[in-house]
């Protein structure tokens, strides 16, 4: 069978990785480029695919099954629609869309055309987060009853030399918390409700660089997360899992999550419990149990997943409603901060 013909959005650096992911597959191939900036025509030389400077022209003429849009946010909808509208299946960029409102109209179209939307929640093909929900969801621990994830980190200063960065909306909560609040949903299941308090404890601007987040799932359990861009420390997603080798890589943990038979460490995958022939209690000891999770290029994973769905071989790790949910989520992080008040994401998804 011939390769799915794949058509990429946007020349920046999200698509970079998508780049280099298709060049490890073999049930895809990328067969044109799109990018509003003419300059990025010699990158579509490079690959020697046709080049684009219209999304709407590389969809109409290129014969594409598939599309990759890797641009900004805000224009999300308008692609995913149209792609909707012409029967091409779409794997867009986190965040599904830039306001609940436009996902909204996307999963509608989503699911009145019967093309399959992936959104790039590409955490999700890592092997150590898969392995993490296969434990937490089998009952391996019994039933859960807690979550605690610490995302601490510094960014440096060269960082906020983008403008955006400092500006509403640049800050950790919708650049950094998405993603911890995707893996969260994958590991556990939805979150019924946010409380959160966001601060600016040090740098100057309008975004927050640290906050704590208070949350209840919907099956009871309850947990704590802590997020800030501005203190050096081991405990983070990017310098514990090793997914992403430009981060300096630690031999610590940043998740836990706890049950009622035993708790897990997340990236080290140790699973504390009691022996299964002795008495449970304080006063027992504990055995630890780790194993090794194998590694896999997650952006590679994605694509190679994108293909098998187009072709009908595979059901879609994140479905465009699942990413409207995981948008939910965060913007009730966002809104608890500036509220003070309790959000239920799934409200929230509603009212919009």
């Known amino acids: 069978m011939e390769p799915v013909r794949l058509g990429l959005i946007g020349?920046?650096?999200?698509?970079?990785?998508?780049?280099?992911?298709?060049?490890?597959?073999?049930?895809?191939?990328?067969?044109?480029?799109?990018?509003?900036?003419?300059?990025?025509?010699?990158?579509?030389?490079?690959?020697?695919?046709?080049?684009?400077?219209?999304?709407?022209?590389?969809?109409?003429?290129?014969?594409?099954?598939?599309?990759?849009?890797?641009t900004p946010n805000q224009f999300h909808a308008e692609i995913g629609i149209y792609c909707a509208g012409k029967g091409i299946h779409v794997l867009t960029e986190k965040p599904i869309t830039a306001t609940l409102e436009e996902g909204k109209r996307m999963v509608e179209a989503v699911e009145e055309?019967?093309?399959?939307?992936?959104?790039?929640?590409?955490?999700?093909?890592?092997?150590?987060?898969?392995?993490?929900?296969?434990?937490?969801?089998?009952?391996?621990?019994?039933?859960?009853?807690?979550?605690?994830?610490?995302?601490?980190?510094?960014k440096p200063d060269v960082y906020f030399e983008v403008a955006w960065r400092s500006q509403k909306g640049g800050g950790p909560i919708l650049i950094n918390i998405i993603h911890e609040m995707d893996n969260l949903r994958f590991i556990c299941g939805d979150v019924a409700e946010i409380s959160a308090n966001a601060r600016r404890l040090v740098r100057s601007g309008e975004v927050e660089d640290t906050v704590s987040i208070r949350f209840e799932l919907v099956d009871g359990a309850l947990g704590t997360a802590l997020v800030t861009d501005t203190a050096p420390s081991p405990w983070s997603y990017e310098l514990t899992s090793g997914e992403n080798s430009d981060y300096f890589k630690t031999d610590q943990d940043c998740y836990h999550f706890l049950g009622t038979k035993g708790s897990l460490s997340f990236p080290t995958m140790e699973v504390w419990s009691h022996p299964h022939d002795r008495e449970k209690g304080?006063?027992?000891?504990?055995?630890?149990?780790?194993?090794?999770?194998?590694?896999?290029?997650?952006?590679?994973?994605?694509?190679?997943?994108?293909?098998?769905?187009i072709r009908g071989d595979d059901k879609p790790v994140i479905t465009a409603a699942d990413g409207l949910m995981t948008l939910a989520t965060t913007l009730a992080v966002l809104?608890?901060?500036e509220t003070g008040r309790a959000v239920a994401p799934q409200e929230l998804l509603e009212k919009a």
């Open 282 to 309: 304080w006063w027992e000891p504990l055995m630890r149990s780790a194993e090794q999770v194998g590694y896999s290029a997650p952006f590679t994973a994605q694509l190679e997943h994108f293909c098998k769905v």
């Open 113 to 154: 055309s019967g093309i399959s939307m992936l959104v790039g929640h590409h955490r999700r093909y890592y092997p150590p987060i898969r392995r993490a929900r296969e434990i937490v969801q089998s009952g391996e621990l019994g039933q859960l009853v807690g979550v605690s994830m610490l995302w601490a980190l510094m």
């Open 11 to 70: 020349g920046g650096l999200i698509s970079a990785k998508h780049i280099e992911g298709s060049k490890n597959i073999t049930n895809g191939s990328l067969v044109s480029l799109c990018d509003v900036n003419p300059a990025c025509q010699s990158l579509a030389e490079e690959l020697k695919i046709p080049f684009f400077t219209d999304h709407r022209r590389m969809i109409d003429e290129a014969d594409l099954e598939g599309v990759i849009d890797g």
């Open 335 to 337: 809104e608890s901060a």
